[in-house]
């Protein structure tokens, strides 16, 4: 009777786990674009709100679909950075980083994926590589920049729409900052014990797409991440083709940056050189940060890791 007892309690708690279990496979099946994509529609600011000039483009992308962004223009025209962004907020919060580059003496194009800000339509995957594609187009075809002018950089979700960006085109450079290998790879790190891969229907393979690209890479990453590991920006880098970089950063996912001052602009500035930008001289003053814009973009950026996880903070 003892042994029945055991056995049916054993086979309760098994039921009661598989479809715990087979729940969870549910939820996430039916919710990953929620995980991935965290857009917010309105603006809060621009770039005049730094005293910074501007020009509001549109892009047209597969589809029809029309884009918004920022032209942000630079005295000394030292090379242009088409901005991949991370999966939350939109562009209005990524003024402190265009600050650091217009600072440089790069012009920068900066535009919202579908669904992001003022842009129509609902991201995808296949969606933001399109939306990449049309911010090429512009800046080659629209504006006449020459390839060897352009720097590509992605943050976060970003860094695997530029990288794959850069496997199409020879740009001047690629910079991948803070971001992932894969997402199946970081769902894996985020939950080791449950076998998820099979229901991911995204992939964002950052880590092949890199190993492809055939001009100089600069990889950055925090050792003090708290989103994606440090070790994916290794794998990364590992991955990446000569000639490269890598650029330890301290400070959280969105701000190192800013956390990481001078050897980060230091960092870009061995790089520009690399890719064969010439220096410019700037005064301090011209470089400067605000500390508010530099929170704002950390508080508003990139979410992807933190939307996964069942306590993270918001």
């Known amino acids: 009777m003892a042994k029945w007892t055991i056995s049916k309690i054993a086979w309760r708690i098994g039921r009661i786990f598989l479809l715990s279990y087979l729940g969870i496979f549910a939820f996430t099946a039916g919710c990953q674009s929620y995980f991935i994509y965290r857009p917010m529609r309105r603006l809060e600011a621009s770039p005049a709100d730094i005293y910074l000039d501007y020009e509001q483009v549109q892009l047209k992308s597969d589809g029809g679909i029309r884009l918004s962004g920022w032209f942000i223009p630079s005295k000394v025209g ?55 594609e049309a911010a090429w187009r512009y800046l080659t075809e629209d504006l006449g920049i020459a390839p060897e002018r352009i720097i590509i950089f992605g943050r976060s979700l970003g860094g695997a ?25 970081l ?70 940056f800013y956390y990481s001052g001078q050897v980060y602009k230091a960092a870009l500035e061995s790089f520009l050189d ?22 704002q973009e950390g508080e508003a950026d990139d979410a992807t890791a933190s939307s996964m996880q069942p306590n993270a903070a918001r």
């Open 78 to 132: 030292r090379g242009v950075i088409l901005f991949c962004q991370g999966n939350a907020g939109n562009s209005s919060h990524r003024l402190a980083t265009i600050q650091v580059f217009n600072s440089m003496g790069l012009e920068v194009l900066i535009f919202d994926y579908r669904g992001y800000g003022m842009s129509e339509g609902s991201p995808s995957e296949a969606g933001t590589y399109a939306d990449s």
């Open 161 to 185: 729409i530029a990288a794959k960006l850069a496997t199409a085109h020879q740009p001047a450079g690629l910079i991948v900052e803070a971001a992932f290998t894969s997402i199946p790879d």
């Open 187 to 256: 769902v894996r790190d985020i939950y080791p014990y449950l076998l998820l891969r099979p229901i991911l229907w995204f992939e964002y393979e950052t880590i092949e797409s890199i190993a492809q690209v055939g001009c100089p890479v600069l990889v950055a990453h925090s050792t003090e991440d708290d989103m994606i590991p440090f070790d994916h920006g290794r794998k990364l880098y590992e991955a990446a083709a000569q000639p490269k970089q890598f650029i330890e950063l301290r400070g959280g996912h969105s701000n190192g």
């Open 274 to 295: 690399q890719c064969g930008l010439e220096r410019i001289t700037y005064s301090c003053s011209e470089m400067s940060v605000g500390e508010d814009e530099a929170g």
